[in-house]
């Protein structure tokens, strides 16, 4: 079996994980027993959070396991579409940055508050809420998968029952943490996880860059030479999933990328714990630069692995390549070096904080959903203690249904829950805000058409589409029902929602333009306006 890390320096590693796995666990519950028990203060931390230390977190945000594991992979292994798909990541927060001081000056942190700013009542929140479930447990089962079978190679054993042992361990570790984290507390955690990442991958590609004698145009020609289609590495066309679907299914995964994910749920809710409109866009700002140098080492990464461990190595170890970034760590230097020892255990721990801090994140945005939009409007007289109570039992269950549902698909390929989550965010999500703040005849019946009309294509889409059947790398390769031609349901479900919006609002009775005035002035300076004021402008004085 291919062992990268080797017998003689993996007890220290696993020694010294296991310490930072319990560093981070008294942190975290340091941080926990500091914040007060009220909703505000949970969900939003008071809205005190600084313009910088927001942008930090905001940035470590986009440091997850599938950013983290997946774009060094799929560069490694495929070269330039790889590459192109990484820099989606960076365009993420553009788009985000057109939004973020709306989001915030609307004054909403939830989806559900987002769909109730021209559609209030019990309706749309709920739709926020069933919304957030669908693309929160396929991340969270995505995100436990690739620490499971990152942890597996680190133990030294690679296989199923291997893996599904450590998922189901990271999972529970995880799980502890998204009982008792806040938003204070988890951001913290993201801030911390921006340094220690960036200088883990820093390192890293500065070695390998070193062993080709500083020389970027060495390694790249070695990275080729190892590549596994030599001719074809540094030329579109090699994604082996949508190579034979044509270039209009890869320009809408790319954009469905892009939309999908710069409105994720525990983004949004990142941005309206800004202080203001404008400290939610600087903090996107500073994010935005961050990102910016991760996305770099993540290219940097991908292409020193292939040049450094070789593309056949990196299938051996893992087919999807998951375990890039620790190949690349083992690999850049000599083996009984205590550096070697140092530089691995760096990177288990990076991977490690990606999975607890988006986890958490993504846990704690589903669970303030249902806390928020969900229970406390169910209930006339719910108290703080039972809110907080229901937020931390709808933690514990996401985060358990996910990591059961993680275990159970171990074995077969995930990327239909890529597509399935960011689709629904890009179909049932982008479409609302683009109409709620833009849009001044957007009603009730447009918005619940849009979201739950959005929400039944993804799902009918996505389960006739070739990533669950009729191609190689499909759920069921065998089978073949693969009538949708293209790879993410969002090509069609993104403007069937925008349509579906608009249909229904103009077939409903129901106005909405009084509101939308008042939503505009809030969206623009972030405060309420005047009741007499409305007033007027409603009469048109």
Request: include cysteine.
């Amino acid at each position: 079996m291919f062992d990268p890390i080797g017998s003689d320096v993996r007890r220290p590693v696993i020694l010294a994980f296991l310490i930072f796995i319990g560093v981070c666990l008294l942190w975290l519950f340091t941080l926990a027993t500091a914040e007060q028990e009220t909703p505000e203060r949970l969900y939003v931390a008071d809205r005190s959070l600084s313009p910088v230390l927001n942008g930090f977190a905001l940035a470590g945000e986009q440091i997850s396991v599938v950013t983290l594991l997946t774009v060094p992979a799929t560069i490694a292994l495929f070269g330039y579409d790889g590459f192109t798909f990484a820099l989606d990541s960076l365009i993420v927060l553009g788009v985000l940055l057109l939004l973020g001081q709306k989001i915030r000056n609307s004054g909403g942190y939830t989806i559900g508050d987002i769909f109730a700013l021209r559609a209030p009542g019990r309706a749309p929140r709920i739709a926020g809420t069933a919304v957030t479930l669908a693309i929160t447990i396929p991340i969270l089962m995505i995100q436990l998968r690739a620490a499971g079978v990152s942890a597996a190679l680190l133990i030294g054993n690679s296989s199923d029952g291997a893996q599904i042992l450590c998922t189901v361990f990271m999972g529970c570790l995880v799980a502890c943490f998204a009982a008792v984290a806040g938003l204070k507390g988890n951001s913290f955690m993201h801030v911390a996880k921006v340094p220690l990442t960036l200088g883990t991958l820093a390192a890293v590609a500065l070695l390998a860059l070193r062993r080709f004698d500083w020389n970027p145009g060495s390694l790249l020609s070695a990275a080729v030479g190892k590549s596994i289609v030599q001719t074809g590495y540094l030329h579109p066309g090699g994604w082996p999933y949508t190579a034979s679907l044509g270039s209009l299914n890869t320009l809408g995964d790319h954009i469905v990328v892009i939309l999908g994910t710069a409105v994720m749920p525990h983004l949004i809710l990142r941005v309206g714990a800004s202080r203001t409109g404008r400290a939610a866009r600087r903090s996107m700002s500073i994010a935005t630069g961050l990102v910016g140098v991760y996305i770099l080492l993540l290219i940097a990464t991908g292409f020193a692995a292939v040049a450094v461990v070789g593309a056949a190595n990196i299938s051996m170890s893992d087919e999807g390549g998951q375990n890039t970034p620790i190949l690349l760590a083992a690999g850049v230097l000599g083996e009984g070096s205590t550096g070697r020892v140092v530089l691995i255990t760096c990177m288990a721990c990076v991977v490690f904080f990606a999975v607890l801090t988006t986890v958490t994140s993504v846990t704690f945005a589903a669970a303030v959903s249902f806390a928020r939009d969900v229970f406390s409007r169910s209930r006339r007289r719910s108290t703080d203690v039972q809110e907080m109570r229901a937020l931390r039992v709808a933690a514990v269950t996401v985060c358990a249904t996910g990591l059961s549902l993680a275990a159970a698909i171990h074995r077969y390929p995930t990327e239909f829950l890529i597509a399935f989550s960011i689709s629904v965010a890009a179909s049932c999500i982008f479409p609302v805000l683009i109409y709620a703040f833009f849009w001044s005849r957007f009603n009730r019946r447009g918005l619940l058409w849009s979201v739950y009309g959005g929400l039944v294509l993804c799902a009918v889409l996505t389960a006739f589409s070739p990533i669950v059947s009729g191609s190689q790398f499909a759920l069921w390769p065998e089978a073949k029902f693969d009538w949708y031609p293209f790879q993410t349901p969002g090509l069609v479900s993104v403007p069937a929602a925008f349509v579906l919006g608009w249909l229904g609002s103009i077939t409903s009775a129901e106005g909405s333009e009084s509101g939308f005035g008042a939503l505009q002035h809030r969206s623009l300076t972030g405060e309420a306006i005047a009741p007499q004021v409305a007033d007027s402008r409603r009469h048109g004085f």
